[in-house]
């Protein structure tokens, strides 16, 4: 016992004794003194000129040291500057072995970082560049006093436990960093940083208050910010916590014209690094009316992370939110649309791959619901999204009514603009690299649409995506009373990618679709199309040139308005029969049973030697071009007459014209008014004429030859009857 007894006193009177040395010391040695000493030695081993103009204190209890009015220069400018650092240690915690800091305090931070021209920043030019060889030296030396890498720390090895290390209290106030970037002209201030800490101690949670200012000058911005929270750390500093986070943002500047915009940040968070497992609880994102809400679970760091959670963007109007945000309004053709969109879903997913269940977005009175997943090792995306009915229409700018003075000067405006477009390098539709590295399977489905005035119902559409080969496999509809369903290909696995389409339109009544679609009444007829097409290019021009298939049409039942054929013909036939026409009700359309042909596709021009169409009394016939690229039609068409066409006398069918045709022509900008398209083909009706001469003439031999006949039979039966007399009488009778 009394050994145990002298040590005790030995330990307490080396306690007593390693006290009393520091305060004599403290006492004794004044720290001011040896500034120039300082000084110097940081400017043997740096570049920086240290300026210490204010007194060096320190205290006992707490022990600590005290500096005002430091400053370091680079090269002839402020690079760093302080007007007050205190630390203080309590030194019964050290003689404890559980370091407590008492007190750290820094007033008047003053850094100024600049990037020069050449892109080097001032900071990396603080310390000399070695002497030759010296890195290689150094290298050297740090090698051979580098220690053999152990399985453990040596203190875990050992099993020591982590240290206990506490602060008391941390105070940053008036703290100014400015950075400066002369390549770019841009400049960031972070000013008035403050920063207040308490009972920082591992184990326990403590309480965080930061304020700043930002300040940046391209763009004119600033960021007004206070941060508040609970801060949590165990004492291996492997697990960290945030609770009662609410962080606010007050937002000025270019960005935001005249708004004041605030953004906040609340909730909780925690993460621990062994287990690889962080959380997101309750936590919210707010910027001006808009509002996120989120609670994540994720699990595993690496690159196959687990994540399981909700996510949610609360129903909000992006119209306001807009406003809110110094932008110019969003205009639509109906004013009351962006004004609820919402937008919900689960997350999931086994490791490296995350899954959307339940996705609902709302579009003002529009609903999708579905699911989708993203792989993280290959980036592929799976989606199935669904939604009721949406009118595209609605979200249009809206129309602009323009006076002739203006219809003037947006032609010329147009014109110019489309000059200026042709005069520019055309650009390439596809970034082929970014399509070559997609990984796609989407289903799209939609109970109606309305675009450009069009109704299409029960939409269908499927993608799919891989190495470079796109494909639309289904995109299918019902459209007014008929239907259409087609598939594409687009192979970009070569810089000259090809692509390939073919689509199938069954009885689709092409009146009120041409109406809808275009305000136009000219024709209709339930209408049947099949095309298949190949092309291959990246650009438009490429794409129209080297374009090739065929397209084949017919359309039954139906009619020409704004259009009579009826009346051309009869007016070729008039001037057959030298007469003039009395009828003046010819009505605005012209049936048609059945209309059919092909169109070749070669490039720009579609080729079409077939068109035929059945018309009361008529036949249709006619072979012309469509010039895609000017939007132009060239036709020669013709009415052969094969029964009566009209009641008017003058249009009556005789011998003559019968299975003659009256020329029409169908020639211009077919983008235009369509109904000033075709015409009688007057400079074609000589051909005409001839053709029914030639029926006249025919008509006359043949007249003459049954007269010479009917005058021979008479003669031979004059003659019979003389001779046979009464034996044969009645028998031409």
Known sequence: MKAVRYALIAIVALIILAVAAVAIAMAVINPNDYKPQIEQAVEKQTNLDLILEGDIGWSFIPLGLELNNVAANLEGERLVALEKLVAQIDFWSLIAMSPRVDTFVLDGLDARLVVNEQGVGNWTRIMPEPAKGGEKQAAGAETAQAPEPAGQPAEQAGGAEPLNFNVENVQISNAEVKYTDKTSGQTVTLEDFTLSASDISPGSQFPLNVGFRVVTTDPVLEVDGTIDAKLGLNEALNEFSVSGLKAVFDMTGAPFGTKTVTAELAGSASANLENETATLSGFSVSLANLALNTTLNVKGFGDKPAIDGTLAINEFSLKALMENLGQPPIE??????????????????????????????????????????????????????????????RYLPPKVEVTAAETVETDSAKASTESAAAAAPEADLLPLETLRSLLLDIDFGLGQLIVSNLTINEIKASTTAKNGLLKVDEFSGKLYEGSFGANATIDARTDNPKWTVASDVSNVHTLPLLADLAEMTMLAGGANLKVNAITTGNRISALRSNADGKVSFNLAEGEFRKLNLTRMACQGIALVNQEELTTTDWGATTPFNDMRGTFDINGNTLNNTDLVASLAGMKLEGEGTVDLMQNLLDYEAGLRIVGEIHRDNACRVTEYVKNAVIPVECRGNFSEDPAGLCSFDGSRFRDTLQAMAKNAARAKVEEKVDEVKAKAEEKVKEKLQDKLGDKLKGLFN
């Open 332 to 393: 639509t053709r109906d004013p009351d649309v962006l004004k609820a969109l919402a937008f919900s879903t689960g997350i999931g997913g086994p490791a490296g791959k995350v899954e959307l269940s339940d996705v609902n977005l709302k579009l003002d009175d529009t609903t999708f619901t579905g699911s989708g997943s993203y792989t993280l090792a290959n980036g592929g995306v799976v989606f199935n999204l669904q939604g009721d009915k949406l009118n595209a229409d």
